[in-house]
């Protein structure tokens, strides 16, 4: 929240794709079938895919109550139990607010039965994973037990929420007794599994992106950036010309990776510094600073003077002249109006913390701006504290100090 106020969290974006369009990227060349289990919002994710993602068959499978993973893969039981009988196939099972790497996917379904892991630096908050008979060169382990966030984590292998399992998964969850939170645990299922059979523990060597808060999707968006190649070639950017992709006036500069997709204008005096990803029909500038790890999504104005930076702006957001953006989230059809001010650094130098379900939670950042939901406005020479939320339709007056979240 306040981003899943008006989407499912698989619709959320870093480097201008969704969550789910990363993990049907990741998975597409090793499955011939995806089944999407869905609930919440879920005409969102039926309408943006249909019934195939290139070329692969997409079906889809309400979850009517929310009552757990393992409640969430028997609503899938009769189509899985299908394909897998008649095919003598296997099943990745994904969850569906994290992104994995295609790399590690590969190393998980060579074996018959595996749970992927990924090494954190707080254990704690997570189900860790007891293991043995670690291989090092393989990163490969046996999975003994998994204790959901103990007071006192035995090491930072966690559960990254991917599984390669059989047909006989189903019969484990019939028998499954519901926990404390009244839901069926799929990892319940998965250790009494590893009781009879060799659940391999593949850590991941690649990357796990994990989405739990809304600032997560900085982290993401910045790592995913990271790994973009520069598309632009910055040889020709003294004189006006026209790529691909977007145009670039005469005296605008790009440095370093810079995406522009199609229809974008970037104006003169405009200062890019990559790794930055511009989406379709954007206006960016003319004199705005756009510095590193932004994502711009489509139909956005980025007007005169204003500086961008470290931020996922969304679809038809505009930002207005004069204005600073640091750190932050803001969603789709957002208006900030001039001389909006995003404060994203304490004081006293220390992480900036959210309120969390009424909790002070430490987002672990130095660095935090806003985080906005949908449709939001601002009147102008708004000026807003570090990690402060405003949630979708919200709107400030001009001059207004936003010291708390706005819902």
Known sequence: MPLTETRPKPMLKAANKTILEHNLEAVKSFVDEIILVVGYKKEMIID?????????????????EQKGTGHALLQAKDMLLKDISEKNRKVIVLNGDCIYSGKDIERCIVYNYAILGAEVKNPENYGVLEHENYDEKEGVSVL???????KKAISNLIN???????????????????????????????????KTEDVKCVTSIDYWLTLTFPWDLLEANEFLLKKMETTINNKEIHKESKHNLGIVERYATLKDAVFIDKGTLVKNGAYIEGPVMIGKNCVIGPNCYIRPYTTIGDNCKIGNA?????????????????????????????NFGAGTKVANLRHDNTN????????????????????????????????????????????????EVVEKDKI
């Open 48 to 64: 943006a895919f249909g019934d195939e993602y290139k070329g692969i068959n997409l079906s889809y499978i309400e979850q009517k």
């Open 144 to 150: 003994k037990n998994i204790n959901e966030k103990p």
């Open 160 to 194: 990254a929420g991917l599984y390669v399992l059989d047909e006989g998964i189903f019969d484990i969850l019939s028998g499954i007794t519901p926990s404390l939170r009244g839901e069926i645990e799929l990892t319940d299922a998965i250790v009494k599994l590893a």
């Open 306 to 334: 204003v500086e961008v930076k470290n931020s996922i702006i969304g679809d038809k957001t505009h930002v207005g002249h004069l204005s600073y953006v640091g750190d932050s989230v803001l969603g789709n059809n957002v």
């Open 352 to 399: 900036v913390f959210s309120m969390i379900k009424g909790k002070l939670v430490d987002s672990g950042r130095r660095k935090l701006g806003t985080i906005c939901g949908e449709n939001v406005h601002t009147g102008i020479n708004t000026s807003i504290y570090p990690g402060r939320k405003l949630f979708a339709n919200t709107i400030t007056k001009p001059g």
